[in-house]
C-alpha cells in the first residue's frame, strides 16, 4: 500500500478516470445481460442490418442482415470487453507501470465480468449461458489489454524519443 501512496497526482486522477469507465463499461455490459432475449435480439437485428447496409453500400454486394447477425455479436461481445480490459489497463498502470504486475489483475477481472455477464443472462426470459462468449469475452480482454501495451509504448517512445 505505500507504493499507492507515492503516486503523484496525475497517476491517481489517471486512475480514477480510468476507473470511472471500467465500471461505467461493466454497467453498459450488465445492462445488456439483463435485456430478454426479444430486446436483445431487436438491438442485434439493429446493428445487424446497418452493418449490411453498409457492406452493401460499399462493396455492392447484397448481404441480407441475417448474414452479419453472428459476427455482430461476436464482434460485439469481443469489443465490450476489450473496451473493459483497456480500461483497466489504464486504472492499473496508473499505480503500479509494469505490464506483469498488474495484467492478472486485468485478465482475473475480465474473466470473472464475463461469467458474471453470462450467469445474467440466466435470469433474462429468452437468454443463456454461452460459454463460447467467455472465451470470446476473455479474447477481447487480451486484446484490449495488448491494444493498451501498444498506446502506451508509442506514447512512451514519443515521449522520450
Known sequence: MKKIKNVSKAKKIGFFVFLVLSILTVIFIFSNSMKNGEASSADSEWLSELVANIINSIFKTSLAPVDTAAPVRT???FSEFALLAFCLSGAFYNLFEKAKKYFPW????TVTV?????TIQLFS?????QLFDI???????IFGFLFFL???????????G
Request: aromatic share 14%.
Open 75 to 77: 464482434f460485439a461481445h
Open 106 to 109: 486485468v485478465f482475473i477481472t
Open 114 to 118: 464475463a461469467l458474471i455477464d453470462e
Open 125 to 129: 426470459e429468452g437468454r443463456a449461458f
Open 135 to 141: 472465451f470470446i469475452d476473455s479474447s477481447g480482454g
Open 150 to 160: 501498444l498506446i502506451i509504448s508509442i506514447f512512451t517512445k514519443n515521449k522520450n
